[in-house]
C-alpha cells in the first residue's frame, strides 16, 4: 500500500501481500497436522489411493482456511503512530490493542524473506530496551515508503519540525566484498556445527524409514574398509564446511555499514535470500568486541561485534557491526563508526609471570582425572592419554599469552581467550558494576580476577581478566569508578 500521507495521519493497514503471509504462515503451522496421517501410513507401509485422496483433501481444506483466515488476520491488523506512541490492534475474534511510547523505541529493523521480495515488501520489527531476543511489534508487510516513513517516524527526536525535510542518506562506511565474503565463509569456524547437523539429520532419517529399508541403505553406503571410512569421514567434513560457507554467505551477502548523517545511528543492511536491516543507536552500544577466530587470527582477520542494551534481533543482545576485516583497520573503522570506543589496542599490559602456571594447571585439570582412570584401569591407552595433558597445558599458555589489559582514560580494553581471542572495549560510564575477587589460592601468590559488566538486554554480559595483580585489580576498579562517575556527570551536562 502506497499511500503519500503521513503514517500518523490515521490508522493504516499492512500491505495486502499480508494477506499471503499470513496465510502462508497458517498453512506452514498446521499442515504437518493434515499430512500426518501420510506419513503414518507410508512408514508403516500401508500407504495407498485412499489415504493419498484422505490428504489431498486435507491439504485443500487446510489451504482453504489458511486463506480466509488470512483475509480476516489482514482486516483486523492496523497501526498507527500519534500521542507520541505507536498503536497496534489486531485480533480476529479476541481483539487487542497496545501502544508502544515512541521513547522506548530502541531499534527498528527491516527484514525481507523470500516471498516478501518477490513483491518488494519489507517486514518491519520494534524493539525496545529489554525486550530480549524478540521484536515488540512487527508488521508482517509493509511496502518500502510505509516503512521507511514509519521508521522516520519512529527514530526521529525532530518529527515535527522536520515532516517535510528529506533526510540525507546514510554515509557507507564499509561493505563487505565477495572475496571477503568467501574468506569469511572458510574461516567462520562453523564447520564442527554444520557436521553435527549433518549428523543429526541422518540420524532422523534413520528413524524415519523402515528398519528394512534403512538396513539395507546403511549396508549399502557403509565403508566396508579403513580407507572407506576415512573417505567417508572426510567427505562429511567437506560437505559440512560448504555447509558452513554457504549458511555464512546467505547470512552476509551484500554486508553494509553505514552511519546515519547525525551520527546517532549505524545502519546495518545485509542478507542475500532474507534481507536484514537494523538500525543501531550509538548511544546504546555498552561494549565493543574484536573477535579472532583459531582460523582467522594466523591470518590477521577479525570480526567486529557490538553488545547493546536491549538491541538484536541476533542472540537478543549482541550483533555483527562487520563480519571479517583485517585487524590492522579495526581501529581506523572504530573512529569512523563508534569514536568513543577508538583506540589503540595494542600494547596491552600482560599478566604477572606468577600467573603463567595457573593458566596451564586449569588447562590440564579436567583431563588430569580422565588420564589417571585411564592409566589404572588400562595401562597402555591410559599412557598414551597422558599425553593429552601436553596441547591442554599448551593451551593454558596460550591463554596466558592472550591476556591483558589496557586503560586509556576511561577506556578499559580487556583482551583474553577461550578458542577465539577476543578484545573487549569498554567505556567507563557504561559499566553497571566494576569489582575483583580474590580466592584462597589467588590470595597465597598476590593475585586477583578482575571483573565488569555492561547492560544487555534484559540482564547484562559479563567480562573477567583471571590472574592480574591484587593490587593493580583495585586500582582499576577506584580508577574506573571515579572516571566513570566524573564522564557520565559531563554526558548528562552536556545533554
Known sequence: ????APASSREQHLHPIGMLLEALQTLRRWFGVAAFPGIAALI?????VRILLFVLLGVALLGILSAVWGVLSWRATSYLVSGGALHLKRGVFQKSERSLP??????????????????DVVEVRVETAGGGGEPEI????????????????????RRASLEDFEEPAPAVLRRLSVRDLLLAGLTSGQIGIAASVVLGASQTVDQLLPRNLAKQISEALLPQTVWAALLLVLAIVVFAWVLAILGTVLAHANFTLSRSVDGKYLHIKRGLLKRYEATVPLARIQAIKIVEGVLRQPFGLATLRVESAGFGAEEGVSTTLFPLLPRKKVEKLLRATAPRFAGPLDDLKPLPARARRR?????????????AFCAVFYFLPGLVSLLVMLPAALYGLLRYRAAGRRLDGDRLVLRFRRLARTTVILPGERLQSRGYSVSPLQRRNELATLEVEVASGRGGVAFRLVDLEAEMAGNLVEALAERGSRAASQERYSV
Request: proline share 3%; net charge negative.
Open 138 to 157: 512487527s508488521l508482517s508487510a509493509l511496502s518500502r515508503s510505509d516503512a521507511e516513513a514509519l521508521r522516520e517516524e519512529l527514530t526521529s527526536t
Open 1 to 4: 500500500m502506497n499511500s503519500s
Open 102 to 119: 515512541l521513547e522506548h523505541v530502541q531499534s527498528v529493523s527491516s527484514v525481507q524473506g523470500i516471498v516478501q521480495r518477490l513483491f
Open 359 to 371: 593458566y596451564a594447571f586449569r588447562a590440564v585439570l579436567p583431563v588430569l582425572p580422565i588420564s
Open 44 to 48: 508403516n507401509g500401508e500407504f495407498g
